[in-house]
Structures are given as structure tokens and as C-alpha cells.
């Protein structure tokens, strides 16, 4: 068996801080009051975040990138038969690959229709004053009648596929997420993990952190 570095520090990080910010924004969302003010920070965050991501997929690690997960329709069906080779599941599988850009571009879509929402009593988006009435009731609608809902559904999904990998297909995905590492039959290149790579991304979330602060400034009407 080889161990080999699979998700980086930095893919690690994202992923169980964006699990923090969705439960919270759950919860605060359910709680409601002066809670929005913790729900709105936690969007912000999700938005840092999948910035960060979409920057991290193009220049991080081998396995955290989006061309190491992207695949043909007929690697798919190989994946769904059963047959796909082994590299097909070093970092993400065809189906897992799926499940990460859906979950991926539904938070991107719930974040983006909260910035133009407005629960019409206290709380309005950052972004709302730069659009019209009717965009700001369809932002609203989307956020709380149909993108929580998908969102919640794609998690549960995870989850399942997640426990189904472990007690069906008897494979471990929770651990290499949280240490990094898979033991595999075959060598293959490691993810790179290193002090100068953390840094980038160190550097990477910053610059996400201060556009997202702009973006929000920008609708309160201080300037880009
Ligand atoms: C709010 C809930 C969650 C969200 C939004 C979420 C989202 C994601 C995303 C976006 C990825 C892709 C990571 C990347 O490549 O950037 C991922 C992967 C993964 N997540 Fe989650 N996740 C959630 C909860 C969980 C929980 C609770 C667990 C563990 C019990 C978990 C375990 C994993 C694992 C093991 C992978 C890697 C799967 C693979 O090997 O393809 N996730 N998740």
C-alpha cells in the first residue's frame, strides 16, 4: 500500500468551514431575530470561500484541481457499471465529482439570491438597492422557497453516498478528509502540501475575504 497526500491542507479547510457556515446559516435562518446578523456573516463567508475554491480548483493541489475531476459522459456510465480504473478514484469518482460542483454551484446560487433578498421587516441583502423590485422578490423567493430546499437535499445526498461508501463499498472518505491521506494499491503523484502552498492559499483567501468585503460596501453604497 502506498499513503499518498489526496486533499491538502488548504481543501481540507474549506470543506469543514463550509460545513460550519451551512449549519450555521441553518440555524440562524430557523432562529430568526437578531440571529440574521450571524446569518449574514456566515454567508459572507460561504462567499469567501467559493471564491476561494474556484481560485484553488485551477491552482491548487494535483487532486483538489477541477481538470482532476472533470469527466466525460462515458466515464461516468463506466463509473456507474462498475468499471471505471482505479485512477477514477484517487480524489473524486465521476458520481462524487457530480455531487461537488452541484453542491458547489447551488451555495454559489444560494449566496448569490441572498446579497439581492429582503425579508421586507428588517433585514435586506447588501445588494438590494441595485436592482429592481421584481428581482429583488424573485432573489427572495429562490433563497427561501427553492435553493434552501435543493441545498438541504444535495447534503443529505452527501452524507448517504458518504455512509454508502463506508458500509457497502467498505471505503473510508471521511478520514482522508480530515488527515489528508489515502492508502492506495498503486503510487500515483500526491496532492502538493507544502508551507509555500499554504501561504498561496493563505494569500488566495485574503484577497477572496477583501473582494467579498468590497462587494458588500459597494451595495451599501461606499464605493467599490
Ligand atoms: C453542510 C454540509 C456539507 C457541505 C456543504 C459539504 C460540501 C462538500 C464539498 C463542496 C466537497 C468537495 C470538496 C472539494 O473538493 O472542495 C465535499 C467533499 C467531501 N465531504 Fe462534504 N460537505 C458537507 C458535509 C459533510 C460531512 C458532515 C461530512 C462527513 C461526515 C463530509 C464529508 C466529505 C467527504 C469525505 C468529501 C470527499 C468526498 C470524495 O472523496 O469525493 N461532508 N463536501
Known amino acids: 500500500m502506498h499513503t499518498v497526500r489526496i486533499w491538502d491542507l488548504p481543501t481540507r479547510l474549506f470543506h469543514w468551514a463550509l460545513v460550519v457556515c ?25 462567499l469567501t470561500l467559493l471564491m476561494f475554491r474556484a481560485i484553488w480548483g485551477l491552482v491548487g ?5 477541477f481538470v482532476s475531476f ?13 468499471e471505471s480504473p482505479t485512477t477514477h478514484s484517487v480524489g473524486h469518482s465521476p458520481t462524487g465529482a457530480l455531487s461537488v460542483f452541484a453542491l458547489l454551484l447551488v451555495l454559489l446560487a444560494q449566496v448569490t439570491s441572498g446579497l439581492f433578498a429582503d425579508d421586507e421587516i428588517a433585514f435586506a441583502g447588501p445588494l438590494t438597492a441595485l436592482v429592481s423590485g421584481n428581482t429583488v422578490s424573485m432573489a427572495t423567493g429562490y433563497h427561501k422557497e427553492v435553493g434552501k430546499l435543493i441545498l438541504i437535499g444535495l447534503v443529505v445526498l452527501h452524507l448517504l453516498a458518504i455512509g454508502y461508501y463506508k458500509k457497502v463499498k467498505k471505503t473510508d472518505l ?45 451595495g451599501a453604497g461606499s464605493g467599490f
Open 70 to 82: 472533470i469527466y466525460s459522459p462515458a466515464a461516468l456510465m463506466q463509473h456507474l457499471r462498475g
Open 22 to 46: 451551512v449549519i450555521g446559516l441553518v440555524l440562524t435562518a430557523n432562529i430568526g431575530g437578531n440571529a440574521m446578523t450571524w446569518h449574514f456573516r456566515f454567508g459572507y463567508s460561504v
Open 174 to 218: 471521511i478520514g482522508p478528509m480530515i488527515h489528508g491521506d489515502k492508502a492506495l494499491d498503486a503510487a500515483v503523484a500526491p496532492s502538493r502540501d507544502t508551507a509555500g502552498s499554504r501561504i498561496l492559499a493563505l494569500c488566495i483567501f485574503g484577497l477572496c475575504a477583501f473582494a467579498v468585503n468590497r462587494l458588500i460596501n459597494w
Open 61 to 65: 493541489g494535483r487532486w483538489s484541481r
